[in-house]
C-alpha cells in the first residue's frame, strides 16, 4: 500500500445492527482518559470486554456507552461498555519509548532515503565505525536496499540526504502519527471520542 493511501485512507466505522450476534471477543472497549481523549491512538487504547466490565464493578472507570451485547451472572445482567473513561486522569509520559516501531511510527512507515514503504530497516545516520550513536536523534527508518547502498558512510558521503532529520518525539507526536492509521475494526460509538474523518459502513 502507498504511504499516500494510508495517509489518505478513511476510518471506518461498523454499525451496531449486528451486535447481538458478535462474538463476546469483538466487543472491545475504548478506553478514554479522564479528560475524555483516547489514552492512546496507536495502537488504539481498548480493553477487553471482561477488563472493561471488572473496572466497572471496582469502578474505577464510567460508563460512556455500550454495545447491544449484555452479559449475565446469577444476580445481575450488563450491557457490555464499548467506551468507557477512566475516573481518575493519568498524565501520558512525554517521550516515548526508542523502540524500532516507534521509530518506524515517527518515519511513518517510509524509508528516510527513497520514500519506499516495503522491507524496511533502520540505519545509523552516522555509522557506529565514526561514532555514530543508537539513539533517536541518529536513527532513521530506512529500506533494505537504500540501506545497503549508503553502507558505512554518512549521508553527505552517500550522496543520499534524508527526507527528514531524525528527532526525539514526543508522545504527543507520535501520537499525531498514529491518527493517520486507524485500526481495521471501529465501533460506530466511538467516532464522537476519535479524531479521524470517518465514513460509517453501509
Not at 5 to 23: I, K, Q, V, Y
Not at 41 to 50: D, I, K, N, R, V
Not at 114 to 133: E, M, N, W, Y
Not at 145 to 171: D, E, H, L, S
Amino acid at each position: 500500500m502507498l504511504k499516500s493511501e494510508l495517509m489518505e485512507r478513511a476510518a471506518c466505522f461498523r454499525s451496531a445492527e449486528g451486535d447481538p450476534s458478535r462474538s463476546l471477543s469483538d466487543c472491545p472497549a475504548l478506553v478514554l482518559n479522564a479528560d475524555y481523549t483516547p489514552l492512546s491512538y496507536y495502537p488504539l487504547s481498548l480493553w477487553p470486554w471482561q477488563t472493561s466490565i471488572k473496572a466497572v464493578v471496582l469502578e474505577r472507570v464510567d460508563i460512556v456507552s455500550t454495545y447491544e451485547r449484555v452479559v449475565h451472572s446469577p444476580s445481575w445482567s450488563m450491557q457490555i461498555p464499548s467506551v468507557i473513561a477512566l475516573r481518575q486522569y493519568v498524565k501520558p509520559s512525554e517521550f516515548p519509548a526508542f523502540t524500532r516501531f516507534n521509530v518506524f511510527l515517527r518515519d511513518r512507515f517510509s524509508c528516510q532515503y527513497c520514500g519506499s514503504q516495503h522491507h524496511l530497516t533502520f540505519d545509523h545516520v552516522v555509522p557506529r565505525r565514526l561514532g555514530g550513536r543508537t539513539s533517536w536523534e541518529n536513527i532513521l527508518t530506512a529500506c533494505a536496499p537504500c540501506n545497503m547502498k549508503k553502507g558505512g558512510r554518512t549521508p553527505k558521503q552517500a550522496k543520499m540526504p534524508p527526507i527528514v532529520q531524525p528527532i526525539r518525539p514526543t508522545n504527543w507526536q507520535l501520537q499525531e502519527r498514529g491518527r493517520a492509521f486507524p485500526p481495521n475494526y471501529l465501533h460506530e460509538t466511538w467516532r464522537d471520542w476519535l479524531y479521524w474523518d470517518v465514513e460509517l459502513e453501509a
